[in-house]
């Protein structure tokens, strides 16, 4: 899975908090989950795209669906069931323009 994001800032004021990141998300098995979290690692937004943000760094933790699976009888005794879906991390900022 791979992540490429697209920030921008409208306002060249550090006191207005107008920046965005918009996240494309290639590769994986959706739907996903998103967990973006700011410098302080506290959580901000569990959405794919992140606006009203503040000028500095962003972190996202992206996780594919589970994927289930089945071994045939002679795989056995390993058990069929459902694997942990796949997890991209990346950070981007919100720079001044």
């Known amino acids: 899975m791979d992540l490429s994001f697209s920030v921008t800032d409208d306002n060249a004021s550090t006191s207005v ?5 918009d996240l494309t998300v290639t590769g994986g098995s ?4 998103y967990e973006w979290t700011d410098l302080n690692g506290s959580v901000i937004a569990t959405t794919q795209n992140i606006s009203g943000l503040a000028l500095g760094p962003y972190h ?3 996780t594919g ?5 089945y071994n045939p009888p002679s795989a056995w005794p390993t058990p069929s069931g459902v694997r942990p879906g796949c997890t991209a991390t990346g950070s981007a900022f919100v720079l001044q323009n």
């Open 17 to 21: 908090n107008d920046g965005a990141i």
């Open 30 to 33: 959706g739907p996903f989950t």
């Open 60 to 62: 996202v933790t992206v």
């Open 65 to 69: 669906a589970e994927v289930p699976y």
